[in-house]
Structures are given as structure tokens and as C-alpha cells.
């Protein structure tokens, strides 16, 4: 864990609004000069604690209906298996996000595609040949009421 003071929160909080804002702007607003938040925002980028700048889109408008959870159970757990297993699904770029979970699954994937023709071919064509699977059970988003990737600064 990397220590943050107060001027490091508030950097982090106001890129996490607006990751286009200048060095200048986040300066003004923190009533700082410019030279220190280029250097903390350096220090974090090289600390790990900012992983990359990125545009959020909106994933309707760009043709992207249909958002599914999927649970899947492997039928063999050694590390190899665990491994094997998501080196396969994570390489598709449908699969926004890809979690070793507990309880009666072992990975819960986000996946995002057009509609459910597409969610079809993606279990017929890329899914169903990853070696290892036992059990696959789908959830379909039917509504989003809440997405953010902001974090909370604690």
C-alpha cells in the first residue's frame, strides 16, 4: 500500500472526475503551482497508484446492448487449470473483466457484446472451446442503475 497525503487524495479524486484536466487547472483548484502536482502525479503513476488514463465511453451508443455476467465452474483447480483458464478468456475483448471468485463458481466474467445473437456465438465460438469448463450459468443486465470505475479515497 502506498501512503497518500491530503494533496495526493485530492489529485486522485479530481482525475478521477475529469482525467483531461490540465496540470494548471488541478493546480488552481488545489491552490497549488504546478510543479508539485506534476511531480506527485509522476510519483503515482510510477507507484502504481495511477494504472493508466482512458476514455470511458458509453457502451449503447457505440452498439453494445447487452451486458452479461457468467459464472463459471472449471472442473479441474490446479494451478495450471486456473491458469490456462484465464489466459484463454481473458485474450477476447468482449470480456470486460474477469474474477477468481468463492462459492459455488470459480470465476465470475463481465462480458459486453451488440445483443444475444452475439452472446450465442460468443459461447458457441470462443467459450465452449476453452478447455476445463464444467458449468456455465448466465445473468443478463436488464437495467444499469449505478457504474462507476471512481474509486473512494478513504
Known amino acids: 500500500m502506498v501512503s497518500l497525503d491530503k494533496t495526493d ?8 472526475e475529469n482525467a483531461k484536466l490540465t496540470i494548471k487547472e ?8 504546478t510543479t508539485p502536482i506534476f511531480d506527485r502525479m509522476k510519483k503515482l503513476e510510477k ?13 449503447k451508443k457505440i452498439g453494445s ?13 490446479g494451478k495450471d487449470a486456473l491458469n ?10 468482449e470480456v470486460l473483466e474477469c474474477h477468481h471468485v468463492s462459492g459455488d463458481a470459480d470465476f465470475l466474467l463481465k462480458i459486453l457484446l451488440k445483443d444475444i ?3 450465442n456465438q460468443f459461447i458457441l465460438d470462443k ?6 469448463i464444467g458449468k456455465v ?7 444499469e442503475r449505478k457504474s462507476t470505475t471512481a474509486i473512494q479515497i478513504l
Open 9 to 16: 487524495k485530492a489529485i486522485l479524486r479530481l482525475l478521477q
Open 26 to 33: 488541478m493546480a488552481d483548484q488545489l491552490h497549488l503551482s
Open 47 to 59: 507507484n502504481g497508484v495511477i494504472k493508466k488514463h482512458v476514455s470511458l465511453l458509453d457502451a
Open 65 to 77: 446492448n447487452l451486458t452479461v455476467f457468467v459464472l463459471i465452474s472449471i472442473s479441474k483447480h
Open 84 to 93: 490456462g483458464f484465464v489466459a484463454a478468456v481473458t485474450k477476447y475483448p
Open 117 to 119: 445473437e452475439a452472446y
Open 127 to 132: 467459450l465452449s472451446v476453452i478447455p476445463n
Open 137 to 143: 450459468e448466465s445473468r443478463f443486465s436488464l437495467s
